[in-house]
């Protein structure tokens, strides 16, 4: 059994997929091709949001986002402690200084409460200057916007959303239902293949409505290019997405708003109902929609999670612990000021939780045996 089944993707989509590469091969367009753009296009009418700028990965799309607001030295930016690593190595790469805020337990995204008593935190002591909040959609659950944005506004700060995960999920804001990808200043995404909406390699994409960011961004993707390539205005990356990255996505977004999106949710449904009088299930609250990312339960102690993911391991069922460390605690961030933040509830989850094997193609007989395994741990304890 596969943790996320690529090669059961890949022979579904087979035809469409490989004529769209033989296409970029014969073409030999392989840098800023039209599938670029015309990707960019449909990826922007999908979120619902007017500009969409492709680049090489998720982690450049967060960066081309602190550039391009000029994030640097003395600034404070604000970020989950419980999410992966790039969400807060792109805040210290770019010169700034993270500061870990805790998740809610059912949802285990960032805790709006948290968040304010950091920026709080961070004004009393007066040595930085808050600058921009990162609510990632972990898992594919975009985070509590509704309670973030009114704190965001109250103080004064930039959103940048990490939909790196969440590309696909949705919740109601004030009368709309949006999707991810359009709750920050900018958005971000990444085609990491793992991800929801996945390509064949590394793969990500910026998205504002504001037209001057969008500009900016365009200029900072290709070395701060004006007029045209040999003119340089600025210091940029090069970080474009390539052709080839392009075709595949463009055949993979249409399954995944086709049909993909359903039946992930259907296995999600599924998982539940077969296993939440046994364990702590992942919970969409009324008004969101996920893209499941991760199906991740919560197991009652470390014992308990470690156990399970050992008895999974000899029936042959893959599990992943995402993530095992609090942003905090990792070496990368020694000496940086943050653990006056109360992070338990961050400690608490990374030595609980398990993701299952998850992805719009997992059959229910996989589903079964999964389900029954768990169901067998958890009754033998
Ligand atoms: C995967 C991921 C990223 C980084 O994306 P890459 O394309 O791997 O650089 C950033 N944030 C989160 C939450 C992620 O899961």
Redesign the pocket.
């Known amino acids: 059994m596969e943790f996320r089944d690529l090669k059961k993707q890949y022979r579904v989509l087979q035809s469409e997929i490989d004529s769209a590469i033989l296409e970029v091969v014969t073409g030999s367009n392989f840098i800023s091709g039209r599938q670029v753009s015309e990707l960019e296009a449909q990826l922007a009418s999908y979120v619902g949001v007017k500009h969409c700028i492709t680049c090489a990965?998720?982690?450049?799309?967060?960066s081309l986002a602190m550039m391009a607001w000029g994030i640097g030295p003395g600034d404070a930016v604000f970020v989950p402690d419980f999410?992966?690593f790039?969400?807060g190595e792109v805040v210290s790469f770019a010169g700034a200084t993270p500061i870990f805020v805790d998740v809610e337990e059912d949802t285990f995204n960032m805790s709006a409460s948290s968040l304010e008593a950091a920026v709080k935190l961070v004004m009393e002591e007066g040595a930085l200057t808050p600058k921009a909040v990162v609510p990632?959609d972990?898992f594919g659950l975009p985070a509590n916007y509704g309670a973030i944005l009114p704190i965001v506004e109250k103080y004064g700060l930039k959103v940048l959303e990490?939909g790196?995960?969440g590309f696909g999920g949705s919740m109601k804001l004030g009368a709309e239902q949006r999707r991810a990808c359009s709750f920050g200043d900018i958005s971000?995404t990444?085609?990491?293949p793992a991800?929801p909406l996945g390509c064949y390699g590394?793969?990500?994409a910026v998205f504002t409505e504001d037209d001057e960011l969008a500009s900016l961004l365009f200029s900072l993707r290709v070395h701060g290019k004006g007029e045209y390539k040999y003119d340089n205005i600025r210091i940029g990356m090069n970080s474009r997405l390539d052709t080839l990255q392009a075709a595949v996505l463009q055949v993979k977004l249409k399954a995944f708003a086709e049909h993909e999106l359903t039946d992930v949710n259907q296995v999600a449904e599924r998982y539940t109902d077969l296993l939440r009088d046994y364990v702590k299930c992942p919970r969409v609250p009324e008004g969101f929609g996920s893209s499941w990312?991760q199906y991740s339960i919560l197991l009652g102690d470390r014992q308990e999670r470690d156990g399970l993911q050992a008895y999974l391991k000899e029936q042959g069922i893959p599990s992943m612990v995402y993530y095992p460390i609090p942003m905090h605690a990792q070496k990368a961030f020694e000496g940086l000021d943050c653990v006056k933040m109360d992070l338990s509830v961050t400690a608490s989850i990374c030595g609980r939780i398990l993701s299952l094997p998850m992805h719009p193609y997992l059959e229910a007989e996989e589903q079964d045996k999964v389900v029954n395994a768990v169901r067998e741990y958890l009754q033998k304890k």
């Not at 990965?57 to 967060?62: I, P, Y």
């Open positions: 990965n998720g982690t450049d799309a967060l999410t992966f790039s969400s990632v972990l990490d790196a995960q971000t990444s085609f990491f991800k590394d793969g990500g990312a």
